[in-house]
């Protein structure tokens, strides 16, 4: 698996965002310059920003007041629990995992706890910050558009997931509802950065943690709904396209598109393509780790059986030689792929 990368830097406010106490002061405090410094060197890396903090509420509003801090934050979290129930929570909406956080407070008690509790989490004070935005754990890589619009991808999955929660149906009525509709295509040269940040971004949708390689096939899959374009979430790669048996030595997809049924998608047009090319079977690896049985999960829903194990991995695989692979009904597929 590629090394460890953080997904998300949560904060505290009163001490480490602004000085003082906000409640305790006769104006609402301005951040400090040095804090705005990294939050716009995280926000360009595609790193998100969040809050947990030991206040009401309303508090929230002040941060939506200040044009310096106004809509930087997602998932903020108030209120007078510890820290570490927080972070949960942030994790849990975010859908991130836990070894993906960075806290940042000047309370050392606070920081002892969530390290006591949470011990994935990297935890900082405020004052090293800026020596920590040079570790490899804040550096995500290429600078894509899908990195620089990552806070707004989380608003539209926000609004989606309020809307789901009004609606009445089962899953895949709500898909439709949706308009959910995907693209699939062979990758492009101009796709390399975004592939390479896929690949190395996503532990939850990942078969097998390999570095994307440009030069062999790959397969991309794009996804729009009624709340807006996700643009690329998906990567397929095959090692032997001219045999009879196709594997997949990487697949993988955004944790934001996951949900919606993008692996068995992504699978299903690289299945039809395989047999397309007449091979007769498609093979994946997957590492069997905690971090990746959401694409297990997928890998199930696509039609694919455990076949056997090589190493650490177990191989999944689906026959191609009976009736051709049919997308799901849920989703409506532009299916650009021709037969390798």
Same mark, same amino acid.
Request: hydrophobic share 45%.
């Given at each position: 698996?590629?090394? %460890? ?9 009163? &001490? ?6 906000? /409640? ?19 926000? &360009? ?10 206040? +009401? =509420? ?27 129930? =927080? ?8 859908? #991130? ?39 490899? *754990?804040?550096?995500?890589? +290429? ?36 308009? /959910? ?19 190395? $971004? ?6 097998? &943690? =390999? ?33 009879? #048996? ?17 692996? +068995? ?9 395989? %047999?397309?090319?007449?091979?007769? *079977? /498609? ?7 905690? $971090?990746?049985?959401?694409?297990? /999960? ?25 009736? *051709? ?16």
């Amino acid at each position: 698996m590629s090394e %460890r990368l953080v997904k998300v830097v949560v904060w505290d406010l009163d &001490g480490t965002v602004w000085p003082g106490v906000a /409640l305790e002061s006769p104006a609402a405090p301005a951040a400090m310059p040095t804090v705005l410094s990294s939050l716009d060197i995280l926000a &360009g890396r595609g790193i998100l920003l969040s809050v947990a903090s030991r206040n +009401p =509420a309303e508090v929230e509003a002040l941060v939506e007041r200040d044009p310096a801090l106004a809509g930087r934050f997602v998932a903020p979290q108030y209120g007078w629990g510890r820290k570490a129930d =927080a972070l949960r929570r942030i994790a849990d909406e975010l859908d #991130v995992r836990l070894d993906t956080l960075a806290f940042v407070d000047d309370d050392p008690l606070e920081r002892a706890d969530v390290e006591r509790t949470l011990p994935e989490v990297i935890v900082l004070a405020p004052e090293e910050v800026p020596e920590a935005l040079d570790w490899p *754990e804040f550096d995500p890589g +290429p600078l894509t558009s899908a990195a620089r619009s990552r806070v707004d991808s989380y608003r539209k999955r926000e609004r989606r997931r309020a809307a789901r929660a009004q609606f009445a149906g089962g899953e895949k009525d709500f898909l439709r509802w949706c308009q /959910l509709r995907a693209t699939l295509r062979p990758a492009e040269a101009a796709d390399a950065d975004r592939l390479t940040e896929l690949a190395r $971004r996503t532990t939850q949708y990942n078969s097998t &943690g =390999a570095a994307y390689r440009p030069g062999g096939l790959a397969t991309v899959l794009e996804l729009s709904d009624r709340f807006g374009d996700d643009g690329l979430v998906g990567l397929a790669t095959v090692s032997d396209p001219d045999s009879l #048996v196709w594997t997949a030595e990487l697949v993988a997809v955004s944790c934001r598109a996951g949900g919606r049924g993008a692996v +068995p998608v992504l699978l299903t047009g690289l299945a039809r393509q395989a %047999r397309a090319a007449g091979a007769r *079977e /498609l093979a994946v690896p997957c590492r069997l780790t905690e $971090r990746n049985v959401p694409v297990r /999960l997928g890998l199930g829903q696509a039609g694919f059986r455990t076949a056997g194990r090589v190493g650490d991995a177990a191989v999944f695989s689906r026959d191609l030689t009976a009736a *051709e692979p049919a997308y799901p009904d849920w989703v409506t597929v532009d299916d650009r792929l021709a037969p390798a």
